[in-house]
């Protein structure tokens, strides 16, 4: 689950982290009047997407009065913010953030998130604050530093002076930045966090270390615990049709293709999307109706990959183990006959009750094409969509 920048800073702030001081608005009047409350003559105002790079799409501006404030709260609110991970529709700013001014003196990168192969969480630190640092990876990698560290003991205080020292934080700031770093490596851990990212982190000219932007994800598996940050949770940043699956428990991603996917279990979605790519298709979405799966869950499942108006044709591949196929048979069957399905269906199922969710599919008199391993599947779904 993600949240938005002034979400996160405010997590920081009750951590004891430095954050500039700031308001949410979701009107000019707002913004104006945020301007006056903070008593800065520099403030920097935000727009709030769950979205990096807002400010090369326009989506960030300093504004040194009241009536550029206007000026730029007007222009923001309301467009449509177009940056490398909104695509090309760009995503609606309904909220701004209006925060004061600070005098940068260094930028750099602080970051926590899972290392794969050690199995535990990594701080990770450089001296190229406000890059892309995926780029700085690729171009430049021993300028991140790491640190790895266990969830119950937290990030060492040695290994955060030495983060803080390699990436060149002034001598008198040693301390406080790795204060900073023990702080959000503590955060991290107790919200059950995906994702903790300061980047920029700066030691402005007054020696203060702060974070000037903060992006936090959090582990939707451990959101059982964190009530509280379910309520940050903004349904206007998500697509909608992933909104509809989790009424459902369902675990569904929106991809660009145009081939729909119904799956149960992650690896064999993986490996379905997988295949109808070898055979020149174009997955349309990761769609996992998961092990225990009822009637009611696939016929769900069904009205929202068709709701896609990308699909062109639909590909159900099932396993049967704990799930079984005569359920999803009969899933598929209610769901047809309640959609008017236009594009193709192809259908492969194995495993428990195999013969009878055959049987269900072939007695239903519906457009159904079957299919016996997931290569036919494939192969089949991708010719019925070139031919359409």
């Known amino acids: ?13 009750e951590h004891g982290l430095d ?31 769950h979205a990096g790079g807002r400010g ?21 609110l309301g467009m449509d913010l177009i940056t490398p991970q909104t695509g090309p529709e760009g995503q609606r700013v309904r909220k701004i953030w209006v925060e004061e001014g600070s005098a940068i003196a260094k930028e750099y990168y602080v970051g926590v998130v899972i290392d794969r192969e050690r199995d535990l969480p990594v701080m990770m ?15 430049s990698p021993e300028k991140i530093l790491k640190a790895p560290f266990s969830p119950a003991a937290g990030l060492d205080e040695a290994d955060a002076r030495r983060l803080a020292t390699g990436i060149g934080m002034p001598a008198e700031l040693v301390d406080e930045a790795a204060r900073f770093l023990v702080g959000l490596a503590q955060l991290y851990v107790e919200k059950d966090c995906s994702l903790a990212e300061i980047n920029p982190l700066v030691h402005t000219e007054d020696g203060a270390v702060r974070a000037l932007d903060a992006k936090i994800n959090f582990d939707s598996s451990g959101l059982f615990r964190h009530p509280e940050l379910v309520e940050l949770r903004d349904l206007d940043e998500e697509d909608p049709k992933e909104i509809e699956a989790s009424r459902y428990d ?10 729909a996917c119904m799956v149960n279990g992650a690896g064999l979605a993986m490996a379905t999307m997988d295949v109808i790519s070898l055979y020149g298709g174009s997955p349309a979405n990761f769609l996992d109706v998961g092990g225990g799966a009822t009637t009611e869950n696939v016929t769900a499942a069904f009205r929202i990959l068709l709701s896609d108006e990308q699909v062109e044709g639909v590909l159900i591949n099932i396993f049967g183990g704990i799930m079984q196929c005569d359920v999803i048979a009969n899933g598929v069957v209610e769901a047809v006959r309640q959609i008017d399905l236009n594009v193709p269906l192809v259908v492969r199922l194995e495993g428990t009750n195999v013969e009878a969710g055959r049987a269900i ?14 290569d036919d599947a494939a192969q ?9």
């Open 19 to 49: 954050v500039p001081t700031g308001r949410v608005c979701s009107t000019v009047d707002e913004a104006t009047a945020a301007y006056t409350e903070l008593g800065s003559e520099l403030v920097v105002v935000k727009a709030q997407i």
């Open 380 to 388: 089949k779904i991708c010719q019925a969509v070139k031919d359409a």
């Open 250 to 259: 369902l675990s569904y991603i929106s991809l660009d293709g145009n081939i």
């Open 125 to 139: 630190a450089s001296s190229e604050g406000g890059m892309d640092i995926e780029e700085v990876a690729a171009n």
């Open 1 to 13: 689950m993600k949240i938005h920048e002034y979400q996160a800073k405010q997590l920081l702030a």
């Open 56 to 76: 090369k799409g326009g989506g960030v501006k300093l504004a040194r009065s009241a009536e550029e404030v206007s000026a730029a709260a007007e222009a923001i």
């Open 361 to 374: 599919l072939a007695e239903s008199g519906l457009p159904i094409i079957a299919a016996t391993d997931l």
